[in-house]
Structures are given as C-alpha cells and as structure tokens.
C-alpha cells in the first residue's frame, strides 16, 4: 500500500530518512545533556559567546554551513583524510557524513530546551541530594534526568523532526544518492523538479501531517507536563 502510494523508491527515501533521525536524535541527547547541563551552571564572561556559537544553525542559512561542512569533510580535510585512513571510504557524500552534519545543524534544536529546563530547576533538589550523600553524577542520574522529563521528550521530539526536514546541509554533503543519502526532503525536491506533482503532492502531504502531529504531540505533553507539576 505505501509502496503504491508513495512510489519504491520515495519509501526508500522515507526508511533512510527515519533511520538518520533516531541516530540523530539519540546521539543528540546523549550530547546535549550533559552539555547542556554544563552550560546551565557555568558562569562566564565568555558563556554568552559559546551560545552564541552553539546557537548559529538556528539563524545561518542551512547551504552555508553545508558548504563548510562539505570542506571539513572532504578528503583533503584533515577530518576527511582521517576518517578516510580510518574506516576506508570518503565522509563526504555518505550516510555517515550525513549523520554528522545533522547532529551538528540539530544540536540547537536538542540543547535549548535542555537548557531552559536545566536552568529553571530548584537547586535545593541539589542540595538535599548532597546532604545524602550523593555523588554529582549520581544527582544528575537519579533527580536531574527524572526531574526533566518534559524537556528531554520535547528535545528528542524536535531533534527528530527536524532531522527529518532538513534540506540544504544534507544535500551540501550528501548530494543525491538514492539509499544512502536521498533523504526525504531531496527526493521531493527532485520529483518537483521532474513535474511528478501527484508524487510530490502525496511526499508533501505525508510531510506536513507528520509535522503538524509531532508539534502537537509536543505541546500537549509540554502542557499536561507543566499542570502535573503546578499541582
């Protein structure tokens, strides 16, 4: 049925797709929490800097951090010639490549509402969790994480959907693959640009609910999150 409607090689683009967004959401969170974490206590002249740093794929044009990804990547890159002497095969233009690059244009995406979560937190958790005896990395595990759980659901949640939108970075250092780097939004790309509108209308549809069901599923369990803990 899913074959029918979207066309083989669409749900190729579609497996492939999904397969990059829980790889990069996963290694977001595993990033962005402590990360985020760090930066919610740290106190620094230099902190609003390292934000700002951190925060860029938010504003900066998409082809421009493709482009200066792609040159990292590429084999005459020191990043590009390890990787290359390392595992046997180029970083650009690969599945590996494209996991990267989204885990780098994504990390904002994931580490903002850890942040906001981790700085809104009551620091006497902290203090009575010292008074017990536990150990920093203990706190973290067993109050900290248990004590955000809406932050970390909406981070995974936009990391994921973000994955899944991207468009210009994957395309900068992916190219056009099909299955191994044709994700979703370049494979809508080429249908339009094939005048297959019937094809491409069902992809965008699918794209859009999808959107749409994720941002409400969000804010739904962000405001039952929020209620719980006003009672």
Known sequence: MLTEFFGASTLEAILLTLKL???????????????????????????????????????????????????????????GQGWQSLIGSNLAFSFEGLVLGSVIYSLPFALQPLYSGFSQ????????????????????????????????????????????????????????????????????????EALEYNSAHNLALALLIFSFVMLAALYRFNGVARSDEAR
């Open 21 to 79: 967004a829980f790889i990069t959401s996963g290694l977001l969170l595993l990033i962005a929490l402590p990360l985020a974490w760090f930066l919610a206590k740290w106190q620094s002249k230099a902190k609003p800097l390292v934000m700002s740093i951190l925060a860029l794929p938010l504003v900066l044009p998409p082809t421009v951090l493709g482009f200066y990804l792609l040159i990292a990547f590429s084999p005459q890159s020191a990043l």
């Open 121 to 192: 937190l009551d620091n006497r958790y902290l203090d009575v969790a010292k008074t017990l005896g536990f150990s920093a990395f203990e706190a973290f595990i067993k109050i900290v994480i248990p004590l955000s759980k809406a932050p970390i659901v909406v981070a995974l949640g936009l990391s994921f959907a973000h994955t899944i939108g991207e468009f210009g970075v994957v395309l900068m250092i992916g190219g056009n693959i099909p299955g191994e780097t044709q994700v979703l939004s370049i494979a809508l790309y080429e249908q339009v």
